[in-house]
């Protein structure tokens, strides 16, 4: 049987990427402290990679493609295949941003102010590559973790990855200066995306993840219409293009159909019902495809 070798992230993003694989119809389970996930699929062959790993092991064929984030295929430096940009993080749909921040006390204001001083980060690449584009010396240290905590410490700034803000601000960290914007990269290696029965596996599974992204937040509503209403209730229904409105075997009533956000739903199906809609139901959307 065919395979198609695919990397999860594993830490972070894990829980968010598996639940998306769940929506777009593909069921991953993994035991606790294991690497090797099984899927319902069986064309995929399926391992938890470190984000920071993924584009190493994709690069070399270890993996045909993965999962992972913006900013680590940069800090790689490596070419890789884009297959599609996913816009999910590990806690909301924005994407991340990774910031340069000082202690709120901090004399240092402006970027230039970062000359000689020391920054710490685990995003070491892109910090230099970004420092010497804008001039400045100072000096880039490695950090194996609680990067936040080093800020006025052990650092006089850090360069961290922030999705709210609410970490830094817990921690008294004010931002000098944004330097990249990362979102979830879908990537595959140039020769896994050569081949022509993988590239239409993984733009399958793109379409699939990408459709299951679009129908988060939104709901299908149905209901039943007298048609001498049906003006006034198309005045009141937003939709991502038009409701679907079909004739019912009585000819004075109509049927229609719309997608909409959910939390848009509460607000109008009383809205509805006033208007004159009845049989009114809402139900969950799993994958949206356009």
Known sequence: MKKLKIGIPKGSLEEATIGLFKKAGFDISREE??????????????????PQEMAKYIFEGVLDCGLTGFDWICESGLELKEICELKYSKSSFAPARWVIAVPEDSPIKTLKQLNGKRIS?????????FLTKKGIKAKVDFSWGATETKAGTLADAIFELTETGMSLRRNRLRIIVEVLTSTT????????????????????????????LRAQGLVGLKMNVDSGKLPRILK????????????????????????????????LIPILKKAGACGIIEYQLTKVVE
Do not use: Q
Request: aromatic share 6%.
């Open 33 to 50: 402290r294991s690497y090797k996930p099984v899927c319902d699929d069986e064309e995929l062959d399926v391992l938890l990679v470190r």
């Open 121 to 129: 980060t685990e995003l070491m690449g892109v910090l230099r590559n």
């Open 185 to 212: 990269r879908f990537v595959a290696s140039a020769a896994a995306y050569k081949n022509e029965w993988k590239r239409t596996k993984m733009e399958s599974i793109a379409m699939l993840l990408g459709g299951a």
């Open 236 to 267: 009141i229904l937003p939709a991502l293009k038009k409701p679907t409105i079909s004739r019912l075997s009585d000819e004075k009533w109509t049927a229609l159909e719309v997608v909409l956000p959910e939390k848009t739903s509460r607000e």
